[in-house]
């Protein structure tokens, strides 16, 4: 007798809803799905029946890794969870430390931090709205969209040191001060985006086949948002104002004029817009930070001076025994960590960004738990895909804004 052979499909597919639906496999091969994640549909002719929706494994094993470094070694594994916007996940891990260590960051460094946290918001929008758009098959606007982009990630490389995983954060501070000219360089980004920004909205707004394609597909509903966790634009594009920079301030956002942008039904239209609209805020907020930056409130130095965690300066280390053993100690144990827990949440360009750090009082994490909106999103994918159309499941996909170092940590 012939052995029996498992059935590779999933459980809720074995039997189709109609006789003649389709069930076919959309990735993990797919250059729209990101690498990993495969999306198994069963199709009435063009329409999705229905659908189950896997974001694969990258095995990273993040979580897991962080329990056999120190605490400063964190930082380069952290930038690789969200690559497109690594200075947000450095800020809203170094911050949970601090809070363990109740350590109290500077003034400069505060107003730093909250500007880099807007300019990788605004990265991160401009490259989810640029691949939309050239999926949908329009190149211009992604091509303007990437130009600035580009500008963009020069500009924090002459900061940082590196083009997209910026390990850039330190706990108690920053790796350094702005070079001079940086803020000048900004302010010309802010002109030239302006006007790139303006050449996008006057391609795609208003355009027959953009909406087309995007009004009233993949909707979700705020019950359906909240149900599942959903933060950030998911949840915003359905009309809540839900937004951890407004409900509980942190960094310098408390002491910022911004608006929070909704939409109406939570279509793929709404996360354009949405997205779009943040852009704007996020341009407004660092030009107030800017002036703050220049003026005497922002003044001073970026890392405080607590030897438990900040390193001394160099010539210190070559000239001080008592601070090449503080540099040394750092390097090798690690900054020792009081026993405790914590969760610090950011606002970031997908929603919240949780971590949940254990410390049982050593030089390295006990446990380190990433609440990742990507992971957290994936869950809604297939309520907003079924009923539509297969050419609706790139774009819908596409407006999730899924980032893969996230979903498998």
Request: charged share 20%.
């Amino acid at each position: 007798m012939a052995p029996t052979i498992a059935n590779p499909v999933r459980s809720i597919f074995t039997t189709p809803l109609q006789d003649d639906s389709v069930i076919v496999n959309i990735g993990p091969s797919h250059p729209a799905t990101h690498g990993t994640v495969q999306i198994i549909a069963e199709l009435d002719g063009e329409r999705v029946l229905r659908s189950d929706v896997h974001c694969g494994y990258l095995h990273r094993g993040f979580e897991k890794e962080c329990e056999d470094h120190t605490w400063h070694n964190l930082i380069p594994y952290v930038d690789r969870l969200n690559y497109v916007s690594a200075l947000v996940n450095d800020f809203a891990y170094c911050g949970a430390v601090e809070q363990l260590m109740d350590v109290q960051i500077t003034a400069r460094c505060k107003y730093l931090r909250t500007l880099l946290s807007e300019y990788s918001r605004l990265v991160d929008h401009i490259t989810c709205i640029a691949a939309g758009l050239m999926e949908l098959g329009a190149m211009t606007a992604f091509l303007y969209l990437v130009m600035i982009r580009d500008y963009m990630y020069e500009h924090l490389a002459a900061l940082t040191g590196a083009r997209v995983t910026y390990t850039y954060g330190r706990i108690g501070g920053l790796a350094r001060d702005l070079p001079d000219g940086w803020l000048a360089r900004l302010e010309e980004i802010f002109v030239q985006y302006e006007d790139f920004i303006g050449r996008v909205h006057a391609l795609v707004d208003r355009n027959r086949i953009f909406i087309d394609r995007m009004r009233d597909v993949g909707v979700l509903t705020q019950a359906q948002a909240l149900s599942h966790g959903c933060t950030g634009p998911m949840l915003r594009s359905t009309g809540l104002a839900c937004d951890l920079r407004k409900d509980m301030p942190y960094l310098a956002y408390a002491e910022l004029d911004f608006d929070v942008p909704v939409g109406i039904k939570g279509d793929n239209y709404d996360r354009y817009f949405v997205r779009m609209r943040e852009m704007d805020e996020s341009v407004y907020m660092m030009r107030q930070l800017s002036q703050i930056l220049q003026s005497e409130a922002g003044a001073g130095p970026i890392n405080v001076a607590d030897r438990r965690c900040s390193f001394p300066d160099k010539p210190l280390v070559y000239t001080e025994i008592e601070s090449l053993i503080n540099h040394f100690k750092l390097v090798m144990d690690g900054p020792v960590v009081p026993a405790g827990d914590a969760y610090v949440a950011h606002e970031a360009p997908n929603g919240e960004l949780g971590f949940y750090l254990v410390s049982t009082g050593s030089g390295t994490p006990h446990k380190v738990h990433v609440r990742s909106p990507s992971f957290v999103h994936m869950g809604v994918a297939h309520l907003m895909m079924n009923g539509g159309q297969v050419a609706d499941i790139v774009p819908t996909f596409g407006s999730i804004n899924m980032i893969g170092g996230e979903c498998d940590r």
